[in-house]
């Protein structure tokens, strides 16, 4: 019986396994990260995880497709349940369980024995500005981790677990900024790393501050999808008496956990009743064709693909022939940068923050390391590393930086 570190990601989840060097554990066939979907296929009554769940999805068997179910957490959607589309029910935080449960039993297969004692990452803040939430937050995944069979849980943030997996790497010693910029949120650590400071497990007087928001790579997701792909679905289009369509139905079909929501009978009904509300027909009839078609997902998918197709620089195209026939729309890094904006100056403010917290200046910081998937926008990177003109910006695994790092503090605990 041994431990093992988890990242419970938004988007991606890993675990790492001791060994004489941390290493990550197969937890799909041969991949050492798990997208965090779960599929509730009805046609063939079974539950899907990760890349499996969401190909099930696309092949078009009927059921109930969940991802990003981290987010959720803390809030009061955690608790309440949801329709697995063969007529039960299941809470939000059960479904973290199966996913917790199925990553476990993964690396209990790659690790050739059973894990009992973990580490779990966590973010600065699972919930931003509300302290009782976000406890809550991290009780939900702690009792969830323990339904598995883990007895002895452990929590670590996830941008000092990324600041020690730097540090593993060190010669020297120096002030790092620690970006971890995933798929739910933006995290930072400004941390003091170096080989002789390694060697302690107590390393508060060596974390100077840290700090996060709830905006990251799926944020962006939703801008894209809402300045691209929605428009042509009729989203801000004027109704013929002047006012602009009803827009709640395009923020539900670009957010990963209410998408089903928008497929229910009543909805359906009431969508079908406002077709007079568009000037231009055909709006209307995309809007209907992806609900009926259940295309959310497909369609947010897309969204994802067309920010990382264009995220270091140039063009694509989002084939949206599921919707319509020929239809097809260009897709460009400048109309990456116009839609998200607002999130960029927001998680830059935070790096800022994080440095002002401390009370150290922008200068003194040596170095920023980059991880989480999101740090592949280069608009972003640049604008967060514009803020710290002295440091050297270094870029880690972006998947996996985060467990590796949770390992080396799971090793220093538990040996
Ligand atoms: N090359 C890329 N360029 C830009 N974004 C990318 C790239 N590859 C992946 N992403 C985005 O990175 C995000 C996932 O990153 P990551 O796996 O680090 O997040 P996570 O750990 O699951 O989330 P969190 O840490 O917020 O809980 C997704 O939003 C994805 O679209
Ligand atoms: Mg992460």
């Known amino acids: 019986m041994t431990y093992c570190a988890i990242d419970f990601g938004t988007s991606n989840s890993a675990v790492a396994l001791p060994g004489t060097a941390v290493r990550l554990a197969n937890v799909e066939g041969t991949f050492a990260t798990l ?12 539950r899907e995880f990760g890349r499996a769940a969401v190909q099930a999805y696309i092949d ?5 497709l969940m991802r990003s179910m981290k987010s959720i957490l803390g809030s009061s959607l955690a608790e309440q349940t949801t329709d697995i589309g063969d007529g039960s029910a299941i809470r939000f935080v059960d479904v973290i369980t199966l996913f917790l449960q199925h990553l476990k039993q993964q690396a209990e297969t790659s690790a050739q024995c059973s894990l009992t004692r973990t ?7 699972f919930v931003d500005d509300d302290e009782h939430a976000d406890r809550m937050a991290q009780n939900q995944l702690q009792a969830a981790a323990h339904a598995v069979g883990f007895s002895e849980i452990h929590f670590q943030y996830e941008p000092i677990a990324a600041a020690f997996d730097y540090e593993s790497r060190l010669q ?6 620690v970006a971890d910029i995933g798929g739910g949120t933006s995290d930072f650590s400004l941390v003091r790393v170096g080989p002789q400071r390694a060697a302690k497990l107590e390393r508060k007087d060596d974390v100077l501050a840290h700090h996060g928001v709830h905006v990251a790579g799926t944020d962006f997701d939703k801008r894209v999808e809402l300045t691209s792909i929605m428009r042509e679905l009729g989203y801000q289009s004027i109704a013929p008496e002047g006012r602009e369509v009803p827009s709640r139905v395009y923020f539900d079909l670009s957010t990963w956990h209410l998408i089903n929501s928008v497929y229910s009978p009543r909805r359906f009904g ?3 009743l406002i077709k007079h509300l568009y000037t231009d027909p055909q709006h209307h009839a995309r809007l209907m064709r992806v609900i009926e078609r259940r295309l959310g997902h497909v369609l947010m998918g897309q969204a994802e693909q067309a920010k990382i197709a264009v995220a270091a620089g140039g063009d694509t195209v989002i084939d949206l022939e599921q919707v319509e026939e020929a239809l097809r729309l260009a897709f460009s890094e400048q109309q990456l940068i116009e839609a998200g904006q607002e999130e960029k100056s927001r998680i830059a403010q935070a790096a800022r923050e994080t440095a002002l917290m401390a009370g150290v200046s ?5 170095a920023i390391y980059f991880t989480g998937g999101t740090t592949g926008l280069k608009f972003l990177s640049d604008a967060i590393a514009g803020a710290f003109p002295a440091a050297e910006p270094v ?8 467990a590796k790092g949770l390992g080396i503090h799971a090793q220093r605990l538990f040996t």
């Not at 078009?60 to 109930?64: L, V």
């Not at 020297?172 to 900024?177: A, G, K, N, Q, S």
């Open 119 to 125: 580490v779990l990452g966590r973010p600065v803040f």
């Open 172 to 177: 020297d010693e120096r002030l790092v900024l």
């Open 60 to 64: 078009g068997y009927d059921g109930r």
């Open 362 to 366: 922008p200068d003194q910081v040596a």
């Open 395 to 402: 870029f880690g695994d972006p998947l996996a930086s985060v």
């Open 270 to 272: 009431e969508f079908k």
């Open 35 to 46: 997208p965090t979907a779960v599929f509730f296929n009805v046609d063939e009554g079974r």
